[in-house]
């Protein structure tokens, strides 16, 4: 049976960069009280990347598809199927893995969305691991992207200084040698409400809220407990620990997640891979974003173990393990 092997990556991120400084500028302009200090202190990050008005999830995707097909020295052609994971798509339908597609000219393959929010990507990438392993592709193009900054709710600060837009792609490719050796999926609907955006659109009007909704504390307990279970579960499907993997990519909310996380697991500091500070959390994206960052700049190399995780609404978490 084939595994399937991460042989290339990319990421793309508008251009416009919104500091806190010139957040907070813009929020008090409308007397809504935040500071750089507060953003940096509660949650790591610095700064985001905003989409221009009507720049669509698509156009990111495809700039780190052909990124990634560029890194993996791919023909598009040789795409077999497209994995877009978002919360965001630019329409109802088709899918924006059908606009990628049509984007990168590919003819023919399947080519689907996977909505699990801010753990959709390591969804997108189990499934497109199942895919390979029974022979059904053999190179995949895993996406996540987002453009969050259209569903945020610019005043209410509990929330829109967390997210940025941006996206991230691999390639895999059936392989004789690993690969993903683990992969751990989990939900609990129960918790939906902690963090959502409960809209809709039916008979031309939008039905309910359309902004993004979360309990920032239970999210936040929640996410460490569950991930760290998940990655305990995962690394027990190889036959390791977590102490024993080399790399380690949690979805990017919240540096102090990422540092209790690595406490309660046993990976120091220098094992974690951090890019909030500058991406913030742009959900679906921010995992093959930050694997991209440290797999370009030569931290992840061949023969890695590195472990991967989401978590978000849902609630929606899991983790997968893959060897480079
Ligand atoms: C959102 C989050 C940063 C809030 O941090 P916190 O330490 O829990 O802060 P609280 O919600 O308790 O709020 C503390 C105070 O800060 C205020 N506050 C909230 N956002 C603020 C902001 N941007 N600037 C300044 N003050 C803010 C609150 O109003 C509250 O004020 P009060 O004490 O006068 O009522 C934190 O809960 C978190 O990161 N949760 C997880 C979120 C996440 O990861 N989501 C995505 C998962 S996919």
């Not at 959709?120 to 996540?144: H, M, N, S």
């Given at each position: 049976?084939?595994?399937?092997?991460?042989?290339?990556?990319?990421?793309?991120?508008p251009?416009r960069i919104?500091?806190?400084?010139?957040?907070?500028?813009?929020?008090?302009?409308?007397?809504?009280?935040?500071?750089?200090?507060?953003i940096?202190?509660?949650?790591?990050?610095?700064?985001?990347?905003?989409a221009?008005?009507?720049?669509?999830?698509?156009?990111?995707?495809?700039?780190?598809?052909?990124?990634?097909?560029?890194?993996a020295?791919?023909d598009?052609?040789?795409?077999?199927?497209?994995?877009v994971?978002?919360?965001?798509?630019?329409?109802?339908?088709?899918?924006?893995a059908?606009?990628v597609?049509?984007?990168?000219?590919?003819?023919?393959?399947a080519?689907?969305?996977?909505q699990?929010?801010?753990?959709?990507?390591?969804?997108?990438?189990?499934?497109?691991?199942?895919?390979?392993?029974?022979?059904?592709a053999?190179?995949?193009?895993?996406?996540?992207?987002?453009?969050?900054?259209?569903?945020?709710?610019?005043?209410d600060?509990?929330?829109?200084?967390?997210?940025?837009?941006?996206?991230?792609?691999?390639?895999?490719?059936?392989?004789?040698?690993p690969g993903?050796?683990?992969?751990?999926?989990?939900?609990?609907?129960?918790?939906?409400?902690?963090?959502?955006?409960?809209?809709?659109?039916?008979?031309?009007?939008?039905?309910?809220?359309?902004?993004?909704?979360?309990?920032g504390?239970?999210?936040?307990?929640?996410?460490?407990?569950?991930?760290?279970?998940?990655?305990?579960?995962?690394?027990?499907?190889?036959?390791?620990?977590?102490?024993?993997?080399?790399?380690?990519i949690?979805?990017?909310?919240?540096?102090?997640?990422?540092?209790?996380l690595?406490?309660?697991?046993?990976?120091?500091?220098?094992k974690?891979?951090?890019?909030?500070?500058?991406?913030?959390?742009?959900?679906?994206?921010?995992?093959?974003?930050?694997?991209?960052v440290?797999?370009?700049?030569?931290?992840?190399?061949?023969?890695?173990?590195?472990?991967?995780?989401?978590?978000?609404?849902?609630?929606?978490?899991?983790?997968?393990?893959?060897?480079?």
């Amino acid at each position: 049976m084939p595994y399937a092997k991460i042989i290339g990556s990319g990421g793309y991120l508008p251009p416009r960069i919104v500091s806190n400084d010139e957040l907070a500028a813009e929020l008090a302009a409308r007397q809504i009280e935040t500071s750089d200090t507060w953003i940096t202190e509660r949650t790591g990050i610095r700064q985001r990347h905003i989409a221009a008005p009507g720049v669509k999830t698509s156009s990111l995707a495809i700039n780190a598809a052909r990124a990634a097909l560029d890194h993996a020295a791919v023909d598009a052609a040789d795409i077999d199927l497209i994995i877009v994971a978002t919360s965001t798509p630019d329409f109802i339908f088709p899918s924006t893995a059908c606009l990628v597609q049509a984007g990168l000219g590919i003819r023919g393959g399947a080519a689907f969305d996977i909505q699990a929010v801010c753990s959709g990507f390591v969804y997108a990438l189990a499934t497109a691991d199942a895919f390979i392993r029974v022979g059904r592709a053999a190179t995949a193009l895993v996406i996540g992207a987002e453009v969050f900054s259209g569903i945020l709710d610019w005043s209410d600060r509990g929330t829109c200084v967390l997210f940025g837009d941006g996206a991230g792609a691999v390639v895999l490719r059936a392989a004789d040698t690993p690969g993903i050796t683990g992969v751990e999926l989990n939900a609990d609907g129960g918790q939906a409400k902690i963090l959502c955006t409960a809209g809709g659109i039916s008979q031309g009007k939008i039905v309910g809220d359309p902004f993004l909704r979360m309990d920032g504390q239970a999210v936040f307990k929640l996410a460490v407990t569950v991930l760290a279970q998940s990655a305990r579960d995962v690394c027990a499907q190889a036959g390791m620990t977590p102490a024993d993997v080399d790399w380690m990519i949690p979805h990017q909310a919240n540096v102090r997640i990422l540092n209790l996380l690595g406490r309660k697991l046993g990976i120091p500091a220098e094992k974690i891979v951090v890019t909030l500070d500058r991406h913030a959390n742009t959900s679906a994206a921010s995992v093959p974003l930050a694997f991209d960052v440290a797999f370009r700049d030569g931290r992840i190399r061949a023969g890695d173990q590195v472990l991967m995780q989401g978590v978000g609404g849902g609630f929606t978490w899991g983790s997968v393990l893959v060897r480079i």
